[in-house]
């Protein structure tokens, strides 16, 4: 293994140490042989598995505390084996995500609990341990270049010494150096069929392809652009944490025929990858498809019409490009840009330094001509000293700030000239402005933000608007002019339509960001609040909130928040609230600390003082700006514990009591992105959140009451919660709310929060009360798939009482119900299935359920690949069994189905295998059946799973090996698969149904001598006695008749054996 290892194994040259294990075909293959060996080696060489290593091995591991099970002792993070070694020390010891495992028995077991993770486990101890032998036997047998002679002395040994653990050692070196050779001949085979891929053979391919792609019908392809510009200099465009899995690069590739193709070029080959993550700017960098040698063997296997495209043009394919002009459409990379040092993966556009170069070139056409001034500009300059935007009487700033290399000198006075040499104007090329790499939410509830709109690219003047060209003008007065003129510049900027996507792109195209972010670090204030006016309305296009984080205009805002100020604090406010879309400006927020200062604007003044002063409506303003600041920041997950941690629950409380709409909906808007954390939910319910969240659903604002049904649907995960919510008479306002089904999202939150509420018995009878369930059902039809799942949802709690599977019956819910049991979305599938195997309980519900063909959906739905949907599925089959008139013959019309429900048994899931065993126990209940399924090895499947832990896995395993102990030699198969002496051990759990449904499954496995043997063996005598007192008749009886069976044994064996 370590001559593999050392000389077969492909190891990455990037990281720290000797490299990271790539991510290849031939380490792949090297990884499933040794993990083979390893599994199987202590059943085979039992007595040299149980042999201790010398020192352990010793990895940072992935497996969390709770995979591990019987035979070892868990102590918070802190996992280790009962089995010791000599030394009193345990044979695997687990701290935090350290892993110590010293005997192969041990590892065998490891990789067996690893499951899915065997893979990544195995790669991690071998990267730890580069020479595994030295740890298993010592340093004396370590792999060495050259003769290898430790085998010869380790014989010698032997023979001079009766030592069983020499012996021992001698076996284990033996299996090792054959799984050694076996791993070198494998990847001799592997290496001889291999090519490497390097970043100048890709790159080259690349450009390449380009050059014979565009949107004509004869290219080859429609597109191929790299995902990140930025190269490093070995020629990778891979991030190093990638790098050191042997990848290259990522490419976006959209042929003629086909969705975009999401590929990775790697040193082993090209292959596709998973695309881009919904809701984060990153890459699936998981393997979805076989390795190719390069990119044009990829797509000649995936895109049909890129073989035919490229056949056409073959010659001029493979020969090098006769001339320089043939690449003019590749962007070029001004020495100036390149030379400016970049950090790794801030991705940049490389061709902003040429769109500046053109910028100014239009600029100095522009200057060439005559403008006159137009006659708003001439009102405007008229009346510029009596603006009404600015007070003579504001203070200036007295604090000394931290200044920024790129940002203007202060203004000491009023009167200072703002020269163009103090406006010193941040590199432009620093700007990210693709939308491709729009950075979204750390947070589940985030929303995707809006497509960005694309840049603008005008080749002449006459496609823009006179704005576009006066708002230029105006810049250029911003740049050179004194505090005067920037004053009137910046009023006369904003009586244009800034919500106008030119109006916007015209202050970015002529580097207007940069002055208006460097005015707000001067000591002006008219300025600066005239700057966050413009900021504040143009921060809603979303290239332009990429722009103001890349200058620096965050960290500015949020000094600005400190400012005695109280117009600047706002402004500065509902500007970040408005940049803070997209998560790397919210981190940026929160690590300047903005979280704590924005939480500061809500303590301004006593939400319940009776008299207001005429300071407090600028105090309440403050505070909305605070609060929607507060609302876009929250949904970051660190940002959330950050508001926490500054104390902002009790602030936000206390504005929950103020009747001011246009606080009250940031404010809860806060609340319920918070709510999806567990703490958030504690203190919402403490703090008595929960009645003024009620109140607010009876509002006249449809906003405000979405957001108060959306922060219930999170709370209401917590029972407690849910008894607030009727207590303080939310059910009705939630109810009367299901009537108002034309705004989709209020319906999602409101359907969303009955959903949760109706999990408490109490709360659906209230719904009952309130005709809530004719109205869910009625949604049924013609709603968007969250209005959908969220209602079917909540039926699917209500059906859990007899009466409302009657009213969804008379209703006409049944069939809309059905019909959804052919949806593709997985949340939907999962109530649904609950919803009809609840209704499935009433016979005549059962009936339409049948005649609409609902059953076969239900069984159809095991083939689903999503774990969830396969167990709720099953959990809905079993009552559907248990109702329908002649279930045997239902159930052995479904062609395969009992196969197919039998091979779920192979599942890794806990919550699959309990409703799948709870399936086959109604399914046993017919012979034909019963027959069908032993034949299909039900029973070697269900003896498998006999040694859980899991009450609930225990209680129907129980059930249906009881069951299916009812045909043919089956209660003696059981015996012999070993299922026997785990299910006495089922006796000692604390669950009274576990202790129903094992004692009839040992009372028919009692019909077998040997079973009776192998239970008394385990004790089960003494159990039973103490559960036939059991006040459970059905308990009662069938540990009875178990003792009687084993009684009757031993007398029959005490009369032959004495007469």
């Given at each position: ?6 000389r ?16 290849t ?11 083979k060996?390893?599994?199987?080696f202590?059943?085979r060489h ?9 020192e352990?091995l ?10 591990f099970?019987?035979?070892?002792e868990i102590?918070?993070?802190t ?10 020390q345990p044979?695997l ?6 892993l110590?495992v ?7 077991h490891l990789l067996?609990?690893a499951?899915?993770k ?6 991690a101890c071998?990267e730890?341990?580069r020479d595994?032998i030295?740890?298993?036997l ?7 270049e050259?003769?290898?002679?430790s085998?010869l002395?380790?014989?010698d ?5 009766d ?9 284990i070196?033996?299996l090792?150096n054959q ?16 090519v490497r891929?390097n970043p ?9 392809l380009?050059?014979?792609?565009g949107k ?11 995902t990140?510009?930025?190269t490093?200099?070995n020629?990778?465009r891979?991030?190093p944490w ?10 976006i ?7 975009p193709l ?5 040193t082993a ?5 998973g ?5 984060k700017?990153d ?15 990829f797509l ?14 073959e ?8 001339s ?6 590749m ?6 840009d390149s030379?400016?040092?970049q ?7 490389k061709?902003?330094y040429?769109k ?8 100095k ?16 300059v008229r009346?510029a000293?009596?603006s009404?935007?600015?007070s003579?009487k504001?203070k200036?700033k007295d604090?000394?700030?931290?200044r920024?290399g ?6 000491k006075?009023k ?9 010193k ?5 620093k ?5 491709k790499y729009?950075?979204v939410s750390?947070?589940?509830s985030?929303?995707?933000?809006d497509e ?16 576009y060209?006066q ?5 250029k007065y911003?740049?050179g002019?004194?505090p ?6 910046l009023c006369?900027m904003r009586?244009?339509?800034?919500a106008?996507?030119?109006?916007q792109?015209a202050?970015r ?6 002055v208006?972010?460097?005015l707000?670090?001067?000591?002006e ?9 413009i900021?504040?309305?143009i921060?809603q296009?979303?290239l332009?909130r ?7 205009g965050?960290?500015i805002?949020?000094k600005?928040l400190d400012s005695p100020?109280?117009?600047?604090k706002?402004?500065a406010?509902e500007?970040?609230a408005?940049v803070?879309r ?8 929160r690590q300047?600390?903005g979280?704590?200062r ?8 006593s939400?319940?003082?009776?008299t207001?002063?005429?300071?407090q409506p ?5 505070a909305?700006?605070g609060?929607l ?6 949904k970051?997950?660190?940002?959330k514990?950050?508001?926490l941690k500054a104390?902002?629950i ?8 103020c009747?001011h709409?246009n606080?009250?909906?940031p ?7 918070c709510a999806s954390?567990?703490?958030?939910r ?6 008595g959140?929960i ?5 607010n ?5 449809e906003?405000?009451?979405?957001h ?7 709370c ?6 849910r008894d607030?919510?009727?207590?303080h008479g ?12 034309q705004?989709?999202?209020?319906l ?19 719904f ?8 869910l059902?009625?949604?049924l039809t ?7 799942v969220?209602?079917?949802g909540a039926l699917g709690e209500c ?7 009657a009213?969804?019956r ?5 069939p809309?119900?059905?019909k959804?049991l052919?949806g593709?979305?997985q ?13 499935a309980?009433e016979?005549?519900?059962m009936?339409?359920?049948d005649r609409?063909?609902?059953v ?7 083939k689903n690949?999503?774990p969830d949907?396969?167990?709720s599925?099953a959990w809905?089959?079993c ?8 279930a ?7 062609v ?5 429900i ?5 599942s ?7 409703s ?6 109604n ?9 069908v399924i032993t034949?299909?090895?039900v ?10 832990n ?7 395993l ?8 009812m045909w043919?030699s089956?209660?003696?198969t ?6 026997v ?14 202790h ?10 009692s019909?077998d001598?040997?079973?009776?043997i192998?239970?008394?063996e ?9 559960m036939v007192?059991s ?29």
């Amino acid at each position: 293994m370590g001559a593999a290892l050392a000389r077969a194994a492909q190891r990455t040259s990037a990281g720290c140490g000797h490299g990271a294990l790539e991510i290849t075909p031939l380490n792949e293959s090297l990884l499933n042989e040794i993990i083979k060996f390893v599994e199987n080696f202590s059943t085979r060489h039992p007595r040299e598995a149980a042999f201790v290593f010398r020192e352990p091995l010793e990895w940072k591991t992935r497996l969390d505390c709770s995979v591990f099970g019987a035979g070892y002792e868990i102590d918070g993070t802190t996992v280790q084996s009962e089995a010791k070694g000599k030394d009193g020390q345990p044979l695997l010891l687990l701290i935090g995500s350290t892993l110590k495992v010293r005997s192969f028995d041990q590892l065998s077991h490891l990789l067996y609990i690893a499951m899915e993770k065997k893979l990544k486990e195995a790669q991690a101890c071998l990267e730890a341990n580069r020479d595994p032998i030295v740890n298993i036997l010592g340093p004396g047998y370590g792999t060495v270049e050259g003769e290898d002679t430790s085998i010869l002395h380790l014989l010698d040994k032997v023979k001079k010494d009766d030592d069983p653990e020499t012996e021992i050692k001698m076996k284990i070196f033996i299996l090792l150096n054959q799984l050694d050779m076996q791993l070198l001949n494998s990847s001799l085979k592997h290496i001889s069929q291999e090519v490497r891929l390097n970043p100048a053979a890709v790159n080259n391919e690349v450009n390449l392809l380009k050059h014979f792609s565009g949107k004509g019908e004869d290219t080859v392809l429609e597109s191929l652009e790299y995902t990140s510009d930025y190269t490093f200099s070995n020629g990778c465009r891979a991030p190093p944490w990638r790098q050191m899995h042997g990848e290259i690069c990522y490419l976006i590739i959209k042929p003629h025929d086909t969705d975009p193709l999401y590929i990775t070029c790697s040193t082993a080959g090209v292959y596709l990858n998973g695309g881009k993550l919904k809701e984060k700017d990153d890459i699936d960098y998981e393997r979805q498809s076989d390795i190719y040698k390069d990119i044009v063997t990829f797509l000649r296997e995936r895109s049909p019409k890129f073989v035919e495209n490229m056949s056409k043009q073959e010659y001029s394919f493979f020969k090098e490009p006769a001339s320089e002009k043939h690449y003019q459409h590749m962007e070029v990379v001004d020495a100036e840009d390149s030379g400016q040092s970049q950090k790794p993966f801030d991705f940049t556009e490389k061709n902003v330094y040429e769109k500046l170069k053109s910028s100014s070139a239009k600029s100095k056409s522009i200057d060439s001509k005559k403008l006159e001034p137009s006659l708003k500009w001439k009102n405007i300059v008229r009346s510029a000293t009596h603006s009404k935007y600015f007070s003579d009487k504001a203070k200036k700033k007295d604090t000394e700030e931290e200044r920024r290399g790129t940002v203007s000198k202060k203004i000491k006075k009023k009167n200072t000239s703002i020269s163009p040499e103090s406006v010193k104007i941040q590199p432009a090329s620093k700007c990210k402005t693709s939308e491709k790499y729009e950075e979204v939410s750390e947070s589940s509830s985030e929303t995707e933000e809006d497509e960005e709109q694309p840049e603008r690219h005008q080749e002449g003047n006459t496609d823009l608007p006179s704005e576009y060209w006066q708002i230029q003008k105006l810049v250029k007065y911003l740049k050179g002019g004194n505090p005067t003129a920037t004053v009137i510049a910046l009023c006369s900027m904003r009586d244009f339509n800034l919500a106008q996507e030119t109006c916007q792109l015209a202050i970015r195209d002529v580097g207007g960001l940069e002055v208006l972010i460097n005015l707000l670090d001067t000591e002006e204030i008219k300025c600066q609040i005239g700057s966050l006016k413009i900021l504040k309305e143009i921060s809603q296009n979303s290239l332009i909130r990429h722009a103001i984080a890349d200058l620096g205009g965050l960290q500015i805002m949020v000094k600005i928040l400190d400012s005695p100020d109280k117009d600047l604090k706002c402004l500065a406010a509902e500007t970040i609230a408005n940049v803070a879309r997209f998560k790397r400006a919210r981190r940026t927020v929160r690590q300047h600390g903005g979280i704590k200062r924005l939480v500061r604007l809500l303590e301004c003044i006593s939400v319940g003082s009776t008299t207001l002063t005429p300071q407090q409506p600028k105090d309440f303003e403050i505070a909305r700006c605070g609060a929607l600041a507060l609302w876009s920041c929250s949904k970051s997950t660190k940002n959330k514990g950050a508001i926490l941690k500054a104390s902002g629950i009790p602030l936000l409380a206390k504005w929950l009591k103020c009747s001011h709409v246009n606080i009250l909906t940031p404010v809860v808007g806060t609340l319920q992105e918070c709510a999806s954390e567990q703490s958030y939910r504690l203190a919402i319910r403490t703090e008595g959140m929960i009645e003024d969240l009620v109140k607010n659903l009876s509002s006249e604002h449809e906003e405000l009451q979405m957001h108060c049904a959306s922060a219930i649907f999170k709370c209401a995960e917590d029972k407690e919660t849910r008894d607030l919510v009727r207590q303080h008479g939310g059910l009705q306002p939630l109810s009367v709310l299901l009537g108002n089904s034309q705004n989709k999202q209020l319906l999602a939150a409101v359907t969303g929060a009955i959903w949760k509420c109706a999990i408490s018995g109490e709360n659906v009878s209230k719904f009952q009360e309130y005709k809530a369930i004719e109205a869910l059902v009625g949604l049924l039809t013609d709603q968007p798939e969250e209005v959908l799942v969220n209602v079917v949802g909540a039926l699917g709690e209500c059906c859990q009482e007899p009466i409302n599977r009657a009213i969804i019956r008379k209703c006409g819910g049944i069939p809309p119900l059905v019909k959804l049991l052919t949806g593709t979305d997985q949340a939907l599938l999962v109530n649904v299935t609950k919803a009809v195997g609840a209704c499935a309980a009433e016979p005549e519900n059962m009936m339409i359920i049948d005649r609409l063909d609902g059953v076969r959906l239900l069984w159809s739905l095991l083939k689903n690949p999503n774990p969830d949907v396969q167990a709720s599925a099953a959990w809905a089959i079993c009552p559907c069994i248990e109702n329908a008139k002649d279930a045997g013959e239902m159930v052995r019309s479904f062609v395969g189905g009992l196969e197919l429900i039998v091979n779920l048994l192979k599942s890794k899931n806990k919550e699959v295998l309990a409703s799948v065993c709870a399936a086959i126990t109604n399914i046993a209940k017919d012979e034909e059946n019963l027959a069908v399924i032993t034949d299909h090895g039900v029973v070697p499947l269900l003896s498998k799973l006999a040694n859980t832990n899991n009450d609930k896995l225990r209680r129907h395993l129980a059930e249906a090996i009881s069951h299916c102990c009812m045909w043919g030699s089956n209660r003696v198969t059981f015996g012999e698969t070993k299922a026997v002496a785990p299910l006495v051990r089922y006796l000692k759990s604390n669950n009274p149904s576990v202790h129903r449904a094992t004692a009839q499954a040992l009372y028919q496995l009692s019909e077998d001598p040997n079973n009776c043997i192998t239970m008394h063996e385990n004790g089960v005598v003494k159990l039973l006695l103490a559960m036939v007192g059991s006040t459970d008749e059905i308990l009662q009886e069938a540990a009875a008749g178990c003792i009687a069976n084993i009684r009757r044994l031993a007398l029959a064996t005490e009369k032959a054996k004495y007469g």
